[in-house]
């Protein structure tokens, strides 16, 4: 078992910068490939970045390649979303997920096993 827990969301300006962090506890989180994710009001939850538990292979959604990069710190338990060039449509909940997996290179976009419980993210014009 693993908690997730997603903070750095708030308002921003369009074309500004946010970090998200998720800080992982009950387990090791270099047992877990992670992910984000985020859901849009009235929108289902679409896949934002994925990166491997060694943290050398990382995946993007079209949507935010070359503007928001992932990674992640396994001493401090911690992922990070990096958020830069934000537009108003990346309005959303932000979530971190994490899967079990035994793979230290492979990276994941579904299926995930915990989840957190999401900052908000909100970018005006």
């Known amino acids: 078992q693993v908690q997730l827990v997603e903070s750095g969301g708030g308002l921003v300006q369009a074309g500004g910068s946010l970090r998200l962090s998720c800080a992982a506890s009950?387990?090791?989180?270099?047992?877990?490939?992670m992910d984000w994710f985020r859901q849009a009001p009235g929108k289902e939850r679409e896949f934002v970045a994925a990166i491997s538990r060694s943290g050398r292979t990382t995946y993007y959604a079209d949507s935010v390649k070359g503007r928001f990069t992932i990674s992640r710190d396994n001493a401090k338990n911690t992922v990070y979303l990096e958020m830069d060039s934000l537009k108003t449509e990346d309005t959303a909940v932000y979530y971190c997920a994490a899967k079990v997996t035994i793979s230290v290179g492979l990276y994941y976009i579904d299926n995930m096993d915990y989840w957190g419980k999401g900052t908000l993210v909100t970018v005006s014009s």
């Open positions: 009950g387990r090791t989180l270099s047992s877990f490939a």
